[in-house]
């Protein structure tokens, strides 16, 4: 069972615009929540990362939020541009153990002028 | 300052053959990991290595292996290739001993098909 899921899996929007990203996980115990960009061809690149004690994270038009209660975190990109395509991938990690970072699927995003 | 850096940045391998996936890190960290991407799924940690001279097994370690040649040097083998394999791998490196409590750096990545 995947315990990180995310939507949409593809997401176009127009350049200017804003839009949100969605990430659910069953990972337990939590420890902290990553989200990563990753453009086409390269690795990823990390963004934000939060704590279970943290609600929201900030990185210039990027916005993260999280509900340990209902385990649920968003990515928020405001005024979106052309370089904000690419794949955004949550990755949420236990307690212990490495095996216990579990990465989501991702959502492509691609912003068009 | 390279940061991660990975080669080949491609392969097409043949079933049965062998290959190095190499990878090398100038920031002085510790971890080093390396990771498979698949499409529709999550990376997949196939292995780690939390410091110089230690390996451990990740998620999907079967049909590899892997040597921590130095600090600096973390390599992946794949000792007879399966299409199974195919793949875009990426190695990354973090300062602490886990993943997610500093921040990873991760390679390009290697583009490996095997037919």
């Known amino acids: 069972k995947n315990q990180v899921e995310q939507s949409p899996q593809s997401l176009i929007i127009l350049e200017g615009k804003n839009c949100t990203l969605q990430c659910n996980y069953t990972v337990s115990p939590f420890s902290n929540l990553r989200w990563y960009k990753q453009d086409t061809g390269r690795g990823p690149v990390s963004l934000t990362i939060m704590t279970f004690s943290e609600n929201t994270k900030s990185n210039g038009r990027y916005t993260a939020t999280l509900d340990a209660d209902t385990k649920q975190s968003s990515l928020h990109i405001t005024a979106s541009q052309l370089s904000d395509s690419a794949s955004y991938i949550c990755?949420?990690?236990?307690?212990?153990?490495?095996?216990?970072?579990?990465f989501g699927p991702g959502t492509s995003l691609s912003v068009i002028p | 300052n390279a940061g991660v850096t990975q080669t080949p940045k491609f392969q097409v391998l043949k079933t049965g053959q062998s290959m190095t996936l190499q990878c090398a890190q100038d920031?002085?960290?510790?971890?080093m990991y390396w990771y498979r991407q698949d499409p529709g799924m999550g990376l997949r940690l196939i292995y780690y290595?939390?410091?110089?001279?230690?390996?451990d097994k990740g998620e999907v370690p079967n049909g590899y292996n892997v040597s921590r040649l130095n600090k600096r040097e973390f390599s992946l083998r794949l000792e007879s290739a399966a299409p199974s394999q195919t793949s875009v791998y990426f190695c990354?490196?973090?300062?602490?001993?886990?993943?997610?409590?500093?921040?990873?750096?991760f390679g390009q990545g290697t583009r490996l098909t095997v037919v």
């Open positions: 990354a490196s973090s300062r602490g001993t886990a993943l997610m409590n500093t921040e990873a750096f």
């Open positions: 990755v949420v990690m236990g307690k212990t153990s490495y095996d216990k970072v579990i």
């Open positions: 920031m002085n960290h510790n971890s």
């Open positions: 290595s939390a410091s110089e001279g230690t390996t």
